[in-house]
């Protein structure tokens, strides 16, 4: 079984449409994010989930809009795409908000969506 | 803001050959430290990391780290590299105790010839 699952594995669409990316871990964790890891490599943290309350937002485009149904699921909408939004999207998840918690404090990422805009 | 660089950006190794890839982060405070692996193609692998006690810690593949509190460094090794080695390494760290987002470095490509 695929702790965490992103769908769909890629995506190519044109400047202006909105697409989704969606998140599914079957770990239990509380936690979610999603990270942009762009054409030179670089990873960075977008948002963050606890227990479906948003935790962190970084200086993210107010175009991208993250959504947690349950805190097993993380999605990520973009509207009004754009040619700089191409990069590879991780989803991720831990158990645990607190170091000092006996929760296994691990990330656990998923395979990437990897996002092309034309 | 807490940063974390990587000094070597690529690394050409021929098979047998050691590793070390340098890492060196800025806060600080209590800092969590980890490795992460990426194959090509693939997804972020945890190799290892460090939250306190032995600053030496073994991970999976033969690799290992250490803690270097003095020089703010989580240097990553390994002492015989193998073709599949070949992938990009990212350190990345959190600081404090209560929940804190990963900040990554920029990656070091490896390539291991064989």
């Known amino acids: 079984d695929t702790a965490v699952s992103q769908t769909p594995k890629y995506l190519v669409t044109q400047m202006g449409n909105d697409k989704s990316i969606k998140c599914e871990q079957n770990?239990?964790?509380?936690?979610m994010y999603w990270y942009k890891q762009d054409s030179k490599k670089f990873l960075k943290i977008m948002f963050s989930?606890?227990?479906?309350?948003?935790?962190i937002n970084e200086t993210v485009p107010n175009r991208f809009s993250p959504k947690s149904p349950d805190k097993a699921h993380l999605n990520l909408h973009i509207n009004s795409l754009e040619l700089g939004d191409s990069a590879v999207y991780f989803c991720?998840?831990?158990?645990?908000?607190?170091?000092?918690?006996?929760?296994?404090?691990?990330?656990?990422f998923g395979s990437g969506t990897r996002l092309t805009v034309v | 803001a807490q940063s974390v660089s990587q000094h070597n950006h690529h690394v050409i190794l021929s098979e047998a050959a050691s590793l070390e890839l340098g890492c060196n982060y800025s806060?600080?405070?209590?800092?969590?430290l980890f490795w992460y692996v990426q194959y090509p193609g693939q997804h972020l692998q945890l190799l290892l990391k460090?939250?306190?006690?032995?600053?030496l810690v073994k991970g999976i593949k033969g690799f290992e780290a250490e803690f270097i509190k003095s020089k703010f460094s989580f240097n990553l090794r390994k002492p015989s590299v193998q073709w599949s080695d070949t992938a990009e390494y990212f350190c990345?760290?959190?600081?404090?105790?209560?929940?804190?987002?990963?900040?990554f470095g920029t990656g070091t490509r490896l390539l291991v010839s064989p």
């Open positions: 991720a998840s831990s158990q645990g908000i607190s170091r000092d918690s006996n929760a296994n404090y691990g990330y656990t």
């Open positions: 770990l239990g964790h509380d936690t």
């Open positions: 989930y606890n227990n479906k309350e948003l935790i």
């Open positions: 806060y600080g405070g209590t800092v969590n």
């Open positions: 460090y939250f306190s006690g032995d600053p």
């Open positions: 990345a760290v959190t600081e404090g105790t209560g929940f804190q987002k990963l900040v």
